[in-house]
């Protein structure tokens, strides 16, 4: 399987150690193993829809995951494509500059400020947080790099619509984001966007043109197939939250001594769920539930462990066992109920 890599982008803007890979296979072991060896919060996995049949090796981890969606990846051959005449000959098309960045931000606001995707089916992830990820990544299209493109569409000089390419290397194009205020609709523009990209991609010796979008976006998968692209393949992204380091709460640790009846495989969880319950009787108002036991590697010696705690949501709560060295033996992800007086 591919190592994961961490995404310093995502860490910074939500706060948590985020990591990503795009995976052919799932090795559930070696995933567990770079989560837990990076301390990861949130794990973003890509993984061919026609591999989902795997999923079922996460689940043996007892970490939590989610499905958060699925990507249609379309490609057109444009080594037989002839430039073509614009729709909305009214309108303006013009690469984006610095000075266009408030008008792309409004329009993004607009077009992805509620719009679904990985980001927002995870609620470790703030929606506001997701939508300026939303304007950063389209003003980095207009911000001058020769392999990314911006064109920005106007109406009277008023901005109505974008789109963002990426000119990868080789013979490649590829669609990224596109959005069309929604007064100007079903005008045809985000077909207009389309051939203003595939006009230039021809001028530069491009061949090769892809574009991907949400899976429930029919709209735009109608459009696409219209003008010429076909469905190549789907993708869906999984995301862990391992939730390793995230706490809204102050975090603990607490030393307990296990002998060797209680490591034994069998009583080795329900002693480790009594320490878990004398942490929190003396806590007025709280109970622990619905645990969740992950078991990593087996205790094999009669030791003191930390029992480290920490709490992901206030209403979540993780005990990680280690040894004096670090090492991992088990987590368990459990509920807090509050009683209020």
Known sequence: MQDLSYSRRDSERFGLVIFRAREEGIDSSELMKQILDHNVDTAIIRIKTELLSQIHKLEKTAM???????????????STYKKQALINRNLTFEEATTKDFEDLNLLVRETFGNYVNHYRMNPFMDNELVTQGYQDWVTSYASGHPE??????????????????????????????????????????????????????????KTYMRAICQ??????????????????????????????????????????????????????????????????????????QNHRFVNIQRMTKEASY???????????????VMDDDNNTYVLVYFDLKHFFA
């Not at 989610?66 to 057109?76: C, F, P, S």
């Not at 669609?175 to 991609?201: Q, S």
């Not at 329900?270 to 109970?287: A, P, R, S, Y």
């Not at 480290?308 to 979540?316: A, D, Q, R, V």
């Open 215 to 288: 899976i429930e976006n029919i709209a735009v998968q109608r459009i696409l197939t219209h003008q010429g692209f076909e469905l190549h393949h789907t993708e869906n992204t999984i995301h862990i939250n391992a939730m390793l380091t995230k706490s809204v709460f102050e975090p603990f640790t607490e030393s307990v001594h296990f002998s060797v009846d209680d490591i034994k495989e069998k009583t080795l969880n329900q002693n480790i769920l009594m320490e878990i319950n004398k942490q929190f009787d003396d806590k007025q108002n709280i109970t622990t």
């Open 64 to 78: 939590p995951i989610r499905i958060t969606d699925t990507l249609a990846y379309y490609h057109q051959d444009l």
């Open 148 to 205: 990314r493109k911006c064109w920005i569409a106007r109406e009277d000089g008023m901005a109505v619509a974008f789109a963002t390419f990426n000119l990868e290397t080789g013979e490649k194009i590829k669609a990224i984001l596109c959005g069309v205020k929604t007064t100007h609709r079903e005008r045809g523009i985000f077909h207009d966007m389309l051939t203003v990209a595939r006009n230039f991609a021809k001028e530069q010796g």
């Open 306 to 320: 930390k029992m480290h705690f920490s709490f992901p949501m206030g209403n979540k709560g993780l005990l990680r």
